[in-house]
């Protein structure tokens, strides 16, 4: 059956179409056209509707939806944009991402879906060697067979899919290690890095290192050699030795501000370097808690569209009540949008839709600029292009329906629309 879906207009990851008709077959993308030049023609012509204004008003919804041979699905004065990937994410709806089973995977694929997200890169927390491995085997599987994370506790509602592995530790510092538990924190070690990738499979896509650390510089090169890209973070580097690990491969920075050593301007530290080096892509958790918003703004000069990645940060909290949660292996407290352990911040409840809305909210960021920091940007950095971050003919239809606000209106995965979930 063939689903139409229209809006005031598309930007696709590359460039945007005003009055955009994107028809879809078999859950991908068939063919993207103008409405005025194409099929179909404006959804709700002859049909006895005065104006889309009129039909918000009457029933109180922004999608209206014709049923005909097929299905349309009208979004007046959205922009339609590709499904949002989040490379820093630990965990939602009540599950982390270290349980590795469909299950967990599916109520958090299922959350992450209805908020927009269609991919992302499971991110682990430091923890026993062992338990870092078996969470990391259990993800490869489920990261090669995604059906099994779709099909757990029998649904079948469309999820975001894991498409590769973020190791935010264990070679973190101890000065900046924020969270993570100081007993599991380890010196960069080859042999090691090599069996966590292993027992992955081969999916870990990113990994946050510390630059100080003894050979941290040897195995930037490695995992660089090895196609796993290197940010830097939980770092408390001179600028020094920042930029030897930029020379060494790195080519991102994680959760900027947060975990690092703070700007000084006799020695600029990691953080100059980060604001500084334009080759540098960079993280930002963008609530106005992780950062004010006056930081926000300084990151967005400094990083710009083609260098800024929005990320969420998020633990198995995200989209559940206050309450005590685990993060990894260690338990978070979550009171009115702060998640804490032993009194620091430890990873967030956002959801990337709300990210992308606050970063609007606080930078006046052109929207379609915006877009790029939660699609294009992260596919670039972690060279995951492929179907990722773009809207294009033969590619899954997973779109978002966004205002101009970037507020999230309406999520579509694999050309099925996802019902606004809140995971409890
Ligand atoms: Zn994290």
Not at 131 to 151: C, H, S, V
């Amino acid at each position: 059956m063939r689903t139409v879906v229209t809006a005031a207009r598309l930007w696709d990851g590359r460039g945007a179409v005003d009055e955009p008709s994107i028809a879809i077959e078999d859950g991908r993308v068939a063919g993207i056209a103008r409405r005025d030049s194409a099929e179909p023609p404006d959804p709700l012509a002859g049909r006895g509707f005065q104006s889309p204004a009129s039909i918000l008003a009457q029933h109180g919804a922004l999608a209206v939806v014709i049923e005909g041979d097929g299905k349309t699905f009208h979004y007046p004065g959205a922009t339609l944009a590709p499904a949002f990937f989040d490379v820093h994410i630990h965990g939602a709806a009540g599950h982390d991402v270290m349980e590795a089973t469909p299950e967990a995977l599916g109520a958090i694929g299922r959350f992450l879906a209805s908020r927009g997200t269609g991919s992302y890169l499971a991110t682990t927390v430091t923890a026993p060697v062992d338990a870092t491995l078996r969470a990391l085997e259990g993800l490869a599987k489920l990261i090669d067979y995604p059906q099994r994370i779709e099909g757990a506790n029998g649904s079948h509602q469309p999820v975001a899919r894991p498409i590769g592995i973020h190791l935010e530790g264990p070679f973190l510092s101890h000065a900046k290690r924020g969270a993570q538990p100081a007993e599991h924190l380890l010196a960069p070690n080859i042999a090691l890095f090599d069996r966590f990738l292993d027992a992955a499979g081969g999916h870990v896509r990113l990994m946050t290192l510390a630059p100080e650390l003894p050979g941290a510089a040897e195995l930037a090169r490695h995992a660089t050699a090895r196609g796993v890209r290197v940010s830097v973070g939980h770092s408390d580097a001179t600028a020094e030795e920042t930029r030897a690990a930029i020379a060494a491969g790195a080519v991102s920075a994680t959760h900027t501000f947060n975990a690092m050593r703070a700007l000084d301007h006799r020695e600029p530290g990691i953080l100059g370097i980060v604001l500084t080096d334009d080759s540098l892509y960079a993280e930002l958790i963008c609530d106005g808690i992780h950062s004010k918003p006056e930081m926000v703004k300084l990151w967005w000069r400094a990083k710009g569209p083609e260098r800024g990645i929005l990320v969420t940060d998020a633990m198995s909290a995200a989209g559940m009540p206050d309450g005590e949660y685990m993060l990894g292996g260690f338990a978070v407290q979550v009171a009115n949008g702060r998640a804490m352990a032993r009194g620091v911040l430890a990873g967030s409840v956002l959801t990337l839709d709300r990210v992308l809305a606050n970063f609007v909210a606080y930078t006046g960021a052109p929207l379609e600029e915006a877009l790029r920091l939660v699609t294009v940007n992260p596919a670039a950095m972690t060279g995951m292009g492929g179907d990722v971050g773009k809207v294009a003919v033969g590619a899954p239809a997973n779109l978002v329906a966004v205002d101009a606000n970037g507020k999230l209106i309406a999520s579509m995965m694999s050309g099925r629309p996802v019902p606004s979930l809140s995971a409890a």
